[in-house]
């Protein structure tokens, strides 16, 4: 399994109340995705990254945001949190330079729930 | 953009039973995998196979990438088998490797004791 991590695994906040997600690689892989997890959804991209300080938006952006100041980690924000960024996240990893692949790999995920 | 259908939504099996699950594809790609969501959650890489036959132990996929569609084969299936099987494929955000993954709606597949 690619080494990914992604701290906390679960949280409870409160709407209103920033919060910040993160996920860390050990896998010196360039690009890394954040997507999130609804029933009747499945996994939706939210950003992604494709190196130190590249970011761009995916298709479920708005009320996120994400930084990369480093290789191994990727952070998503929630400024305000509301009830409808309850979920499941999943942190993604692709593209080792020894592979040549497209294989994303996918962190343990980190249920949020916004009361 | 690209739509994924995946076939059966749902599967019961009795321990030790084939079964094939198959995921549908609108456009051509070069990038396919397959995921098995535990009961835990974990998305378990199965399968990156964006064309032709590869197997591992008792599952095997074959995507054919021309007729637009992907099969997983799970043979003598356990207990452990059991949860969300996803298909998901890539397509390009950017001009470098980056790739949105498009995933199906899953089969749920419960192998019984």
């Known amino acids: 399994d690619a080494g990914i991590t992604q701290s906390p695994r679960h949280k409870v906040t409160e709407t209103g109340t920033p919060v910040t997600l993160r996920c860390h690689q050990t896998?010196?892989?360039?690009?890394m995705y954040w997507y999130r997890q609804d029933p009747g959804h499945g996994l939706r991209l939210i950003h992604y990254?494709?190196?130190?300080?590249?970011?761009d938006k995916g298709e479920v952006s708005d009320g996120y945001s994400v930084s990369r100041s480093k290789t191994e980690d990727f952070l998503l924000t929630l400024e305000s949190a509301t009830s409808s960024q309850t979920s499941v996240y999943f942190c993604?990893?692709?593209?080792?330079?020894?592979?040549?692949?497209?294989?994303?790999?996918f962190g343990p995920g980190t249920r949020l729930t916004v009361t | 953009g690209i739509q994924v259908e995946q076939s059966p939504p749902d599967l019961i099996l009795q321990e030790g039973a084939n079964s094939t699950l198959r995921c549908n594809f609108s456009?051509?790609?070069?990038?396919l995998q397959w995921f098995h969501q535990n009961p835990w959650g974990q998305l378990i890489n199965l399968f990156y196979?964006?064309?032709g036959t590869k197997q591992n132990g008792r599952l095997s996929a074959t995507t054919v990438a021309t007729e637009r569609y992907s099969l997983l084969y799970i043979s003598s299936s356990q207990t452990t088998d059991s949860g969300v099987y996803f298909c998901a494929v890539g397509v390009p955000i950017s001009s470098g490797s980056a790739r949105q993954l498009t995933f199906g709606s899953g089969t749920q597949l419960t192998v019984l004791p």
């Open positions: 993604a990893i692709s593209w080792n330079p020894r592979d040549n692949s497209y294989e994303q790999y």
């Open positions: 896998e010196n892989h360039r690009y």
């Open positions: 990254s494709y190196g130190v300080k590249d970011t």
């Open positions: 456009d051509s790609v070069n990038n």
């Open positions: 196979i964006p064309s």
